[in-house]
């Protein structure tokens, strides 16, 4: 299988890619972020499942996937990841909290923040969203929540789904017919 160039989608571009089943999200959303590796593309992925590890600081966790590519110190990402979480609404000292927690004693909502805090650290090119991600960020009413989901606009966004979840709102979508996005 071969992708289409994820470089050539336009900044803050909306695409919405519904799969036939949850082993078909899955797939297609491992396939981006490995097609966005080998084009060395700046991603960041916004998922639930397996997003953090357990037995890691967050700020660790934020810092993982960063480290191996980039010589970043983890200072220095920490130091970054606050100024992002204080974005979201958290104050100085309860951001540093957050990023010397184990992800294990994060509730959702913090959880979801340090996937989004480390999605953007990097302010990627492309930003691939599992839909269920997504909808519960959508659901926020927080408006630092809705503030950060809006400086978004610079990125293009693939929202990957399956056929029993409902579409996202608010934005102009795309739709990517199964098949198109994958070339064969």
Same mark, same amino acid.
């Given at each position: ?67 191996? #590519?980039?010589?970043? #110190? ?19 000292? #309860? ?19 340090? /996937? ?41 966004? /693939? ?24 070339? #064969?």
């Amino acid at each position: 299988m071969k992708l289409l160039p994820l470089q050539q989608l336009p900044q803050g571009s909306r695409w919405l890619y519904r799969g036939q089943n949850l082993v078909e999200k899955e797939s297609v959303i491992d396939q981006l972020c490995a097609h966005a590796n080998a084009e060395q593309l700046s991603y960041g992925l916004l998922s639930l499942k397996g997003a953090l590890v357990s037995h890691l600081s967050l700020a660790e966790n934020i810092w993982l996937p960063i480290g191996w #590519r980039l010589p970043r #110190r983890l200072g220095s990402v920490a130091h970054r990841a606050r100024e992002l979480l204080q974005c979201l609404g958290y104050n100085s000292d #309860r951001a540093s909290e957050l990023l010397q927690s184990r992800s294990r004693d994060l509730t959702p909502l913090e959880a979801q923040a340090g /996937i989004l805090i480390r999605a953007l650290i990097l302010e990627p090119h492309l930003l691939i969203f599992d839909a269920d991600w997504f909808a519960r960020a959508q659901q926020q009413q927080q408006q630092p929540w809705q503030q950060t989901m809006a400086q978004l606009n610079g990125a293009a966004w /693939i929202v990957v789904a399956d056929a029993e979840q409902p579409l996202p709102s608010g934005n102009q979508w795309t739709s990517i017919a199964p098949g198109a996005l994958l070339e #064969r």
